[in-house]
Every structure is written in C-alpha cells, then in structure tokens.
C-alpha cells in the first residue's frame, strides 16, 4: 500500500460536496412546502436536484471523478439494463391503450363527493 | 495441497484491486435491484388514475424524511472522511468518524421505525386498506366481529375461571353462557345483590349490547351486499349462510357514525375501544406495496452497513492503512445506499 503514503487529503473538497448537498436536500423540501402552482413544476424541480445530488455523491464520495475510463464499462451496461425494466413495463402498466375497469372505482366517487359535501375533513 | 501464491492487488486490465472491483460489480447489480423497484412504482403510478398523496390520509411525514436524508448525507460525509484520515494515518480520528457514521445510521433506523409505527398505527398496510365504501364498511363490520370475539373470549375465560369449569369454546357458546348469567343475575336482583354481583351484572350487559350491536351492524351491513350472481344458483348451504336481509341499506357516513357512538358511550365505550372509523383509500394498497417495498429493502441495506461498520469498529487500535481499501469499499457501499435514499426521498415523500 505504498501508493497511499503520500496521500492528499481531501478533506476540504468534501466538506464543500457535503456543504452542496445540504443546500439540495433544503431546496427539495422548500419546494414542497411553498407549494408550487403545478404538481409536475415540483415533480421536475425535486428530481432534477435529486439527480443532481445523485452525480454529486458519484463523481466526488464515491471518486469516480479520478477513476479511469472503466467506470463506463462497468456502469453504462448496468445503467441499460435497468432502464429495461420499467420500459418495457410501461406500455402496458404505465400507458394502457385500452379503457381499464377498475372495480375499487365502483363506489369511489360516491366516498368523495361526500367527503366535499362534509368540509372535506377526514 | 499447493501453495497458493498471493495475488498482486493489480493487475492487467482494469486499474483497480481485486476487491473494489468486486463491490462496483455488486454495486452494478444494485443498481438494477433497485432501479426494478422504483421503476415500477413510477409506471405503477402513472399507470393509475388516482394516487393517495394527501399527507392526512397517507401518513408519510415529510419531516421525518428530510430529516432522515440530512442524516445519510451526513454520514455518506463521516464515512469519506473517516477514509481521508485513515489515508493520513489519523488512525484514532479515522475510527471515531466510523463510530459517528454508525451512530448517525442508527438514528437513521430509529426514525424510520417511528414511521412505521405510525404506519402500523393507522393499519396503512398492503391488503388492510378498503378501496371504496363497500370495503370500508366490511372492513368496519370484520373489525367489529374480532373485537366481540375477543370480549366473549376474555370474559368467558374470566367467568369459568371462578367456577372452576372449562370455558366454552364457540362463539355461540360463550354468548350463551354470557346470557344464562345475565339472566340468573336479573332473577336474584330482587333479592338484592353484593355490590360485586352488581358490577358483574353491569359488564355482562354491556357486554351483551356490544354484541348485539355488532350483530345488527354486519345485518344492515351485509344488507347492501349486490350479489351478481344470479341468487338461484347458489347452492342450499350458500343460502343459507346469506338469507337476504330484513334491514335497509346503510351508507358508510352511518357506519362510521355508529363507530363514534359507541366509542362516545358511557358503559360500551370502554369495551368497544379499538375500534375505529374507516375511509376508503383508492390506490391505497398499490401506495402500501411500493412503499414498504422500497423502503424495506433500503432498511436491510442500512442494518447491512452498520454490520460492516462495526466490522471496523471492532479493529479498535489495530485499525491501520491496511484497512484503507476495507474502509473505501464500505464507503463505497454506504454512499450507494445514501444514493437510493436521495431519490426515494423525493418520489415517495414529496411528489
């Protein structure tokens, strides 16, 4: 383990990687509770950071930043085949092209109508 | 048997040791796990045309998921740090930012726990959750009937305890018995009873009305059942377990109501607690299933990492620069779970 004698430290790099996902994680949650005109604006604004963390924590606590080019070969291949699965579930689960019949609708709309009618309180 | 002889740590090919190149491949297979998981819950709920995303009525606590998420970061930070000092022999520092990372998933696990207990509070669990009003109504009804069973039970066992006799064993049978000492009780009254006699006359009739009420509840209840099944073509038994109902039907406001009344009453109240209204969730079951699936499966990783953690730990002084790929694999693991959370955070406690 010679090669670690002379290692530098890191530290004040990680802090400041620790420090940028603190602020992400506050902007995740402001962004809920200002509550947005849209649903999807908050969606994209909560994954968009969530990925941005996510690249954060890959490239700078996991290292992958110096490591050399077989960080592609290992993850690229994993990276398809899991964006396989729910691509290939979407178009009949996620998308369906035909009208559903879904029994516990039945008498649902009955439930909310009343629950509007009480001040909608549960 | 031949001598092995020691492997260099690298090698031709990829530039790295044997072992980091064995937690990445690991990791590319969790990767997938998980991406399987949370993919489908994302098709699932598009795929669906309502989600439960009221807090009121799910119980997710964005609190304790932001909270939670502070806490990893936390510690996914300890853990690199831990490894920086174990790199310049800070052996000391570097064991007690691994003791901080165990703790700070501990605490981790300990909210995660109070969220499923509230969770468990409130039965949002796969298959316990009524879709609609009808199920909301058998839900309350089936409540209801374990609830009496266990009153007759205990009281069946209390009562033949003190005659030294066996207690019954079926329901009818202990309500029988329930009865029979209503009655002899109602017959020495005028003879006046010990205040001791008194009270036991009180808990049998309250008992007794619990009883009733429940039976006339599943009666108006079971009133509302639409058979589709043409009547006829149930055989003779089945007819008999579902003669058709003297009473109207009820709406789930009623039912709920009458739940209220009786936890409100002065003598049922006391007998009837645990019970408790129910509202129809839609989706709620599919909601349930994905998020203790995934939040599950992330919890196992966790205590997983704390194992591996007090691996270290346990090194105490004898921890060195040796360990330095041993802690950067953890690490490596650890991050990997802290990156699951990151976006479990936002799609299950936020969107």
Known sequence: MSEHEHHESHGSTYFKVFCTLCVFTAISVVADIVHLPSKFLLGAIVLAVAVAKALCVMAYFMHLKFERAWKYLLLVPTTIIALAIPISLRPDIGASYYVQDIPQLHDYPEHEASVAHQGGHH | MTHAVAAPTLKMGIPITNAKLGMWLFLGTEIMFFTAFIGTYIVMRMGSLGWPTDTNVTHINILFGGVNTFVLIVSSYFVVVSHDCLLQHQYAKAWRFMLYTLLLGCLFLGIKSLEYAGKFQHDILPGHIPENNRQAMDKVVNQFGKLVDRRLQADAVIAAAKNREEAPKTRELQKAALDARIAALTEKKEKG???????????????????????????????????????????????EDNPSSKYDPVSLEEVNGKVEELLKDKDLGPLASGLSPAHPILYGNLFASNYFLMTGFHAIHVIIGLYMFLMVLMKGHRLNISDATLVENIGLYWHFVDLVWIFLFPLLYII
């Open chain 2, 193 to 239: 009873l010990t205040p001791e006699e008194v009270k036991q006359l009180n808990d049998a009739t309250a008992l007794s009305k619990l009883s009733a009420e429940y039976v006339s509840l599943k009666e108006h209840v079971r009133s509302n059942l639409s058979l589709k099944v043409d009547y006829a073509k149930f055989d003779d038994i089945r007819k």
